[in-house]
Structures are given as C-alpha cells and as structure tokens.
C-alpha cells in the first residue's frame, strides 16, 4: 500500500529545522551572499549551531551518535526547511547527512567506522564530499552510481608494498569540496575504479575554491588536487548495498531545490499583495493572479513528486509487490523540481519588475540559486533515464578514457 503519512517525530523535527531556518538562517542569508570573499561567505556559527541541533547527524543510528531519523522523506522534510532559510547552508548539513548514513553505516568495514563515526560526530564542522568530476572531461556525476567497466580515470591510485594507496590527479566541481573533512575520491585502479576513503587534511592534498552564479552561500565548490596523497591500507570504501544508490541524495537535493523554490514564492505571494496597481493589489489583476496560481501548483507537484521519490527509496519492496510502478521517480523529481523552480523564479522576477534585478533584493538572488540548481538537478541525464525505464532499453554510453 502506497501511504505517506508524517509520524509525530518527523512533524516536530521539521519544525525544527524550519524555526532554525527562518530566525536564524534567513536573515543573515543576504548580507553573506555580498560577501565578495568566499571564506567570509562561510557561515560558521550558523554551520556549528545547526549541528549541534541535529541536521548533520540525524540521519545516524543512536547507538552512532545520531537520531535514528534515516529514512528518506525525513530528510526531504529537513532540506525543504533549510533550504527556504538559505540554499547554500542547507547543503553544507543535508549532503553530508546523507551521507553519513550511507557511507558510515550502510558501507564502511567495522574498522573504517570505529575510525571514522567518531571523528564525525565529535566535530560539529566535520562535513564531506564527493570526488567526482575530473577537469577538462565530461565524465561527471552520474557514472558514480553505474560506472562502466570501459572507464578510465585520470586520477590513479597505486597501491604500495604496505597495502596502502597513492593517489594522483585532479578533481573539480566539488560541492562543500574547500572545507570538507572528509572526501570520497573516485580514482582507477588496476581492478577498475574504486571509491577511497581521504581525509581532507591529507599531506600533499590542496584545493581552490570556485565562485558561482548562484548558491554562493556557504557552499564553495572546489577543484581539489592530488600529488602522491597517501591514503592509509582500508580505506577503500565498499559498494552500495544492492538497490541503493550511492548516497541516495537525489530526492534530498529535490528537496533542496524546493525549499528555495518555496521561498521565491512566499516572498512574491507577499509582495504582490503589498504592491498596488491600477488602485489595488496587484495580485488582484487576473494576469498576475494566474501566475501566482501556476507557481502554488507546481511547487505543490514538485513537493508530492519527492515525497514519492523518497518512500519509494525506504520501501523498495512496494515495487516488488506491485503497490507502485517501477519508474525512477528519483530522477523523475529531480528534474522536474530543477526546471519548474527556474521558471518559477523567472515567473517571480516578471512580477517584481524592475525592482527584481536589483542587486540585495531576495528575489535576485533566488533566480541565480536556481540557475545553479537546475544545472545540478541533471536535466538531461534524469530525462534519460525516465525514457529508458518507459520503453525498457539502456542508452548507451560511449567509452570514457581519461588517460592511457
């Protein structure tokens, strides 16, 4: 049976997370993104207050350190909420959330987590990211979860006599990729491509940071270079457990993408009942009022297209017993909260006017948040993979060499 219905526990830490976001993230959101150095867009007490509340740990077992809240559509309730505070911040807590439980306890080997968790749950600025994406290449984000065996990286990893790894190369667009402590680098090896746990303040690891159009806030992208960085004997992380996607963050950076969606809509909804025209409000002129209609809905549709994505992730065996089709509803909300979101603020800008372009208004700011993130919601991949589940057939994909 297909039922999404909020326990107790998931109303009140959503509540939470929106009390955080709105009286203590919101208002400082502006004035940081003027920021024009990057580390003093960092918000760093807003980073260790939100930990200590809970948004980077929850996900975890208690017995771990955390909540036990590990399900899916508690974290897409959590991201929604921060990310109406400030996108940017909302990364920094809910990617590493994600991870942290898949990585720290549905991946790592009893040594890696004995090592790792209490790192982690002790440092309430202990964040992490994933290495990806190599510089000059298109080979990006989604071959992490199905890398094909003809791949060739340029970043290598050489194994030593005493078991441990040396690592070579270059990686770029890393999202939280300048402060992270803890990086999961995607690098080949003789026996193909492996995931290698790194710890950020390795020897001969550094890092430059990249500025952005949008979702400048807290959240530095980074190219982030090798040169025989050591990585100690076990630490390459184990494969997902089967039916899982690596991180499982698709629905949460839907999330993500809705909650800044649902701030550029709540800030229109009140200004075109401030702004009078024609001696009313504007919202009252059939034109603006469609158009505010338009943008409750789709972000209503967005919001049960993710609640969809994430109980189907924690119920995979709904699937199985033909409670629900078998589609990719992760890509599915992916997409169609990136691209509805962008238009949603573009719609909200055509409804500020003039007054919408100006650099310190929250409006401006929203659309070039969701510029980037209509980029990083994987339009076209996720459009695939949709097309390839409807008419059962595999794209395929050209071989990838990096390097020799």
Not at 19 to 24: D, H, L, R, T, V
Not at 40 to 45: A, F, I
Not at 144 to 155: G, Q, S, Y
Not at 329 to 358: C, D, K, N, P
Request: overall charge neutral.
């Amino acid at each position: 049976m297909f039922d999404i219905r909020l326990s107790q526990e998931q109303r009140e830490f959503r509540d939470l997370a929106r009390k955080f976001a709105q009286e203590e993230i919101k208002p400082k959101a502006m004035a940081l993104d003027r920021e024009p150095e990057w580390g003093k867009r960092v918000p760093w007490e807003l980073l260790k207050k939100g930990s200590q509340l809970g948004f980077r740990t929850f996900v975890l077992q208690e017995e771990n350190g955390g909540s036990g809240m590990s399900d899916h559509l508690t974290s897409c309730l959590v991201a929604e909420e921060l990310a109406a505070g400030e996108l940017g911040t909302a990364y920094y807590f809910m990617l590493t959330a994600r991870r942290a439980r898949d990585w720290f306890e549905l991946r790592m080997t009893p040594e890696q987590k004995a090592y790792f968790i209490p790192k982690f749950v002790g440092d309430d600025l202990y964040f992490t990211t994933v290495a990806i994406h190599e510089p000059e290449t298109d080979f990006g984000f989604d071959y992490f979860t199905e890398t094909p065996d003809n791949v060739r990286l340029k970043t290598r990893a050489v194994e030593q006599p005493d078991g441990s790894w040396t690592i070579n190369g270059a990686k770029a667009y890393q999202t939280v990729g300048y402060l992270a402590k803890l990086i999961v680098v995607r690098a080949q090896t003789p026996d193909g491509v492996q995931s290698f746990l790194v710890e950020g303040d390795s020897p001969g690891l550094s890092r430059r940071p990249l500025s952005k159009l949008g979702r400048r806030v807290g959240d530095n992208a980074a190219e982030i270079f090798f040169d025989n960085v050591r990585v100690p004997k076990g630490r390459i992380l184990p494969p997902a457990p089967r039916g899982r996607t690596d991180m499982g963050t698709h629905p949460t950076i839907a999330a993500l993408t809705l909650g800044l969606g649902r701030a550029a809509f709540e800030e229109t909804l009140k200004y075109t009942q401030e702004r009078v025209s024609g001696g009313k409000p504007i919202i009252k002129h059939q034109a603006v009022g469609l158009s505010i209609a338009e943008m409750a809905m789709n972000l209503e549709a967005a919001r049960r297209l993710i609640w969809t994505a994430a109980w189907v992730k924690d119920h995979p065996e709904a699937i199985e017993g033909g409670s629900i089709e078998n589609l990719p509803y992760e890509h599915m909300a992916t997409a169609f909260t990136g691209t509805s979101v962008q238009r949603l603020t573009e719609q909200a800008l055509e409804l500020f006017g003039g007054a919408g372009v100006i650099q310190g208004m929250p409006i401006e700011k929203y659309v070039r948040d969701a510029h980037v993130q209509k980029h990083v919601s994987f339009p076209v991949p996720s459009r695939f993979k949709i097309t390839e589940a409807l008419v059962g057939f595999k794209r395929k994909v050209p071989p990838f060499h990096g390097g020799d």
